[in-house]
């Protein structure tokens, strides 16, 4: 190993620290962990809000309760990928946490699914009434599962671009199947949400603290632990890691990242310092990653609210079309997941057909600032065909048309969030590696998913008193998700640089680098 002796502080890695490039048939049982993470969120969005107020969390305090995702976010994953990078474990850098993960998401479901039981048992009451101790442990449990998923998700994709040895195009493949795993298990999730009879598979379940709706949860939770199990054991066994050699001119610790000078600072100042010296390219891609989530988020908080209230006409405790509603966003959720998932299967040959990694980032934010101004076209729609279908005072649920469409829209939004799975990632990756290390793909990582989390709590803190101040309703939040959209394809296509398969598609396929 060669020290050069003009640049301070820096040091050439070890080999262990540049994985040779392994097959593609060992980067999909990494990728395949994607679908049991994306069970247990699809599980989330559609069950726990309901079981929190059945516990007797009001709905005011709910929101917050899913602060806690965004939050651990910030924090979680880039310290997991920092020391990620730097593990010396014998079983590789990324295994150990991966296998943590898995861990932590069975503690946290047996915590969320067992709350009511373990309150019952401390001295809740039964009924209808607030249950403080099924409360205290299910919040517990929650924030366990978010820092689990979280400590899951970045070793994973990091684990994926260390396995890609470099090469750019192989990147783009590993992302896009993890992409398209988390489609398969949005599918399952919102399946066996929908399944009410999924209790009787596990008849214990039900218990005197817990009622059917409760049990189905446990069961659903059953299904996603024992998926996510046999995804990580599978991947765990099939993939293996070369254990990382620290140089023995400098420790692991003081090793830099994306071009940061290599200091002796602890792990959230590293992050910081990431952020204060990343490169032009990989400002770009945080400034368009930013922009594509404020555009995400207000539809992924409050579609099926969108579609209950602005689309179907129905209020929330009143009726039955706000149910109606909510279910046909549910179908329309289930829709786009396979979109998703098709989609992914067909980046790479999208990515050639349009010329280029970032001329598809590009289309596909234009395609998601239209889909939401179109959320506008339907509702009015909507409206008017209410006015003319509305006899005695008895409200209508939308006409066929209207219901299609709306269903329509949820399928082709499933275009962009497969690209918005995927090439963000990959594109940190080949980033990273072009830097000339192996190591701080995760720590890279973390500071992508600051672009992802920042926006997420920002939209969460304010998309409400925002669709306030015009009257209420989801379409403000929308509008300015569109705008946002907009503004972050235009960057896309204008500031974000060439890859070389933007130059010369035929060439870039093999070139595995940026420059």
Avoid at 52 to 65: D, E, M, N, S, Y
Avoid at 85 to 93: A, E, I, L, V, Y
Avoid at 246 to 252: G, H, I, Q, R, T
Avoid at 346 to 358: H, Q, T
Wanted: hydrophobic share 50%; net charge positive.
């Amino acid at each position: 190993m060669e020290v050069d002796g003009s640049k301070m502080n820096t040091v050439e890695s070890e080999p262990p620290l540049a994985p040779p490039e392994e097959p593609l048939r060992k980067l999909i049982p990494v990728a395949a962990i994607a679908a049991g993470v994306q069970f247990g969120w699809a599980l989330q969005l559609s069950l726990l809000t309901p079981y929190v107020q059945l516990l007797g969390i009001p709905h005011t305090w709910a929101a917050f309760i899913w602060l806690c995702g965004p939050i651990s976010g910030l924090f979680v994953q880039p310290i997991v990928g920092h020391y990620s990078d730097n593990c010396t474990s014998r079983f590789g850098r990324r295994r150990p946490f991966i296998a943590a993960g898995t861990a932590l998401v069975a503690v946290a479901v047996f915590l969320i699914g067992f709350a009511a039981d373990i309150g019952r048992a401390s001295g809740d009451p039964l009924g209808k009434t607030a249950k403080p101790r099924a409360i205290a442990v299910f919040v517990v449990g929650f924030w366990i599962l978010d820092v689990a998923n979280n400590t899951l998700q970045g070793p994973c994709r990091a684990l994926l671009a260390d396995l890609s040895g470099g090469n750019a195009q192989k990147m783009r493949i590993a992302n896009a199947f993890f992409s398209f795993f988390m489609a398969v298990g949005n599918v399952l999730g919102y399946a066996a949400g929908s399944y009410t009879h999924l209790y009787k598979m596990f008849p214990f379940t039900k218990t005197k603290a817990c009622d059917v709706y409760c049990a189905n949860l446990k069961s659903c939770f059953f299904l996603s632990i024992f998926l996510l199990l046999i995804l990580t054991i599978l991947a765990l066994i099939i993939v293996r890691e070369m254990a990382m050699v620290p140089s023995k001119v400098e420790p692991p610790e003081n090793r830099g990242h994306v071009g940061v000078k290599k200091v002796k600072i602890p792990v959230l100042g590293e992050l910081f310092g990431a952020l204060k010296g990343l490169p032009r390219p990989m400002r770009i891609l945080l400034l368009v990653t930013c922009l594509n989530w404020i555009a995400w988020f207000p539809f992924l908080l409050f579609d099926t609210d969108w579609m209950g209230k602005e689309v179907y006409g129905g209020k929330v405790g009143e009726g039955k079309l706000y149910d109606h509603g909510v279910r046909a966003g549910a179908l329309g959720l289930m829709l786009s997941a396979v979109v998703l998932g098709c989609t992914s299967l067909a980046m790479e040959f999208l990515a050639r057909g349009l010329g280029g990694v970032k001329r598809l980032w590009g289309i596909a934010n234009f395609l998601l600032a239209i889909c939401l101004a179109l959320t506008v076209l339907i509702t009015k729609l909507a409206q008017s065909t209410r006015r003319h279908t509305t006899h005695s005072g008895d409200a209508k649920p939308p006409v066929t048309g209207v219901k299609v469409g709306a269903l329509a829209l949820f399928a082709v939004l499933g275009i962009p969030q497969a690209v918005t799975f995927s090439i963000p990632f990959a594109l940190a990756s080949i980033f990273t590696s072009d830097s000339g290390s192996g190591a701080g793909q995760g720590l890279s990582l973390g500071v992508l998913n600051l672009a992802i989390v920042i926006p997420q709590m920002v939209v969460s803190l304010l998309s409400g008193p925002w669709d306030a101040l015009f009257g209420g309703g989801n379409l403000p939040a929308f509008i300015v998700g569109a705008v946002a959209a907009a503004a972050s394809g235009i960057f896309a296509l204008t500031m974000l640089p060439s890859l070389p398969s933007e130059v010369s598609p035929d060439k870039a396929m093999s070139a595995g680098g940026f420059h």
